[in-house]
C-alpha cells in the first residue's frame, strides 16, 4: 500500500510570486485534503476535494486554489505570496461518500518559506 | 462553533512514567474525535480514534484515550513512557460533513532520561 507523498519537501519563494505543491494520495483513497501548519499551531484546514470537486473550504482568500486529477491525486496552487503563507503544507488523503470517517491519512508535508 | 482546547503548550515527564495529555471540545452533536502525533519536520500520524461505543479506545503504541461526554473531554493516556515518545501531539474532532479535521494547538511532549 502506497502512503501519500508530497512535492516538493522544502522551498523558497519571494513575496508576489507563485507556487504550486503536488500530492499523491494513498491508494484506494478519493478524497483528498489540505492544511496549513504554521511555526508552533496546529494544522488549519485549507479546502477538500472528492471526485474532482472542491467540496469543502476552510477560511482562505481565493489566492489559495487546487485541482483534484481523475487518479486522485492533488495540486495545491497559492498567488501573490505573503510572507504569513510561509508554512508546512500538509495533504491529508481520506475516503469520502458513504465511507467518510474523518480519518485523514498525512503526508509529511511541504515546508514553504517566503522571504 | 466548533473548537478542540489542548491546554498545555509543554509538558515534560520522566522516562516510565506515565502521561495524560488533556483536550476538551466544542460539538454540538455526537463527535469523531482523534489524537495525532507529530515528530519534529514530519507529517502527522493517527494514534486513535473514537466514533461510537465503547468510550475507552485504544490505540497504536500503548496510547489509549478517554471520550466523557459529560466534560467534553478525550484525555490521551499512557501508562509508561518511553524517550520515543518525545513529540507534538494533537487533538482534532471531525467537522461536519466533510473530513474536515479542527485540531487543537498541540502539546509538545518532552521525555527526561
Known amino acids: 500500500e502506497t502512503g501519500v507523498t508530497q512535492s516538493p519537501t522544502h522551498l523558497i519563494k519571494t513575496r508576489g510570486q507563485q507556487v504550486t505543491l503536488r500530492c499523491s494520495s494513498q491508494s484506494g483513497h478519493n478524497t483528498v485534503s489540505w492544511y496549513q501548519q504554521a511555526l508552533g499551531q496546529g494544522p488549519q484546514f485549507i479546502f477538500q476535494y472528492y471526485r474532482e470537486e472542491e467540496n469543502g473550504r476552510g477560511n482562505f482568500p481565493p489566492r489559495f486554489s487546487g485541482l483534484q486529477f481523475p487518479n486522485y491525486s492533488s495540486e495545491l496552487n497559492v498567488n501573490a505570496l505573503e510572507l504569513d503563507d510561509s508554512a508546512l503544507y500538509l495533504c491529508?488523503?481520506?475516503?469520502?461518500?458513504?465511507?467518510?470517517?474523518?480519518?485523514?491519512?498525512f503526508g509529511e508535508g511541504s515546508r514553504l518559506t517566503v522571504l | 462553533a466548533q473548537s478542540v482546547t489542548q491546554p498545555d503548550i509543554h509538558i515534560t515527564v520522566s522516562e516510565g512514567a506515565s502521561l495524560e495529555l488533556r483536550c476538551n471540545y466544542s460539538?454540538?452533536?455526537?463527535?469523531?474525535l482523534f489524537w495525532y502525533v507529530q515528530s519534529p519536520g514530519q507529517g502527522l500520524q493517527l494514534l486513535l480514534k473514537y466514533f461510537s461505543g465503547d468510550t475507552l479506545v485504544q490505540g497504536i503504541k500503548g496510547f489509549e484515550a478517554e471520550f466523557k461526554r459529560s466534560q467534553s473531554s478525550f484525555n490521551l493516556r499512557k501508562p509508561s513512557v518511553h524517550w520515543s515518545d518525545a513529540a507534538e501531539y494533537f487533538c482534532a474532532v471531525k467537522g461536519g460533513a466533510t473530513n474536515k479535521l479542527i485540531f487543537g494547538t498541540g502539546t509538545l511532549l518532552a521525555v527526561q532520561p
Open positions: 491529508a488523503s481520506s475516503l469520502g461518500g458513504a465511507s467518510n470517517t474523518g480519518e485523514l491519512f
Open positions: 460539538y454540538g452533536a455526537t463527535p469523531y
